[in-house]
């Protein structure tokens, strides 16, 4: 089976890291500001559909399960 979560990393990581030299060239700033859209709409995504995640009070503030002894931070 495909691993989505290792996918979705290895690309999120190479738009971080691409981004920031882009901004420094005026005539990509119209690309970055995609990159930069695509990256935020695929975390919501991401984060939206974590098994990890819990309903919270504050939508953008997602808790975190531990492994080892189910304590919600």
């Keep these: 089976m495909a691993d989505y979560r290792k996918m979705y990393m290895?690309?999120?990581?190479?738009?971080?890291?691409?981004?920031?030299?882009?901004?420094?060239?005026?005539?990509?700033?119209?690309e970055v500001e995609k990159l930069r859209a695509a990256l935020l709409s695929a975390e919501e995504v991401y984060i939206d559909s974590s098994p990890d995640s819990e309903e919270t009070s504050a939508p953008h503030i997602i808790p975190l399960k531990r492994n080892n002894d189910n304590v919600t931070k």
Aim: aromatic residues 4%; negative net charge; glycine residues 0%.
């Design 10 to 30: 290895i690309l999120c990581a190479a738009i971080d890291d691409v981004i920031d030299p882009l901004e420094r060239i005026p005539l990509a700033h119209f």
